[in-house]
Nanobody, 115 residues
Framework: QVQLVEFGGGLVLPGGSLRLSCAASGSISSNDIMGWYRQAPGKSRELVATSGSWRSTNYAESVKARSTISRDYANNTVVLQMNNLKADDTAVYYC?????????WGQGTQVTVSS
């Protein structure tokens, strides 16, 4: 079993920055995927960024130019840094792990971009 605990989120001004972190406990290997998804009101959950083996990364086009995902493979943590936030970034952000053939999700953390 994998358990995820998320940190960060809250109210951010347009143009501001965001740092979300997630700590995973349980059996996770360096080949597993860790990352972040988000779900805005009335929309489906969508990929934000993920980190896989050999420090491979994958980003949504909408955030790619202004986001960085970093992962500590030894401690099973993943951090998402997003800059120049926009109103469209308002959503619940979920930490995500894919391990042992199944997906695990954090409880979600609200990010609101508003002045």
């Amino acid at each position: 079993q994998v358990q995820l605990v998320e940190f960060g989120g809250g109210l951010v001004l347009p143009g501001g920055s965001l740092r979300l972190s997630c700590a995973a406990s349980g059996s996770i290997s360096s080949n597993d995927i860790m990352g972040w998804y988000r779900q805005a009101p009335g929309k489906s959950r969508e990929l934000v960024a993920t980190s896989g083996s050999w420090r491979s990364t994958n980003y949504a086009e909408s955030v790619k130019a202004r986001s960085t995902i970093s992962r500590d493979y030894a401690n099973n943590t993943v951090v998402l840094q997003m800059n120049n936030l926009k109103a469209d970034d308002t959503a619940v952000y979920y930490c995500y792990v894919y391990s042992g053939g199944r997906a695990y999700w954090g409880q979600g953390t609200q990010v609101t971009v508003s002045s």
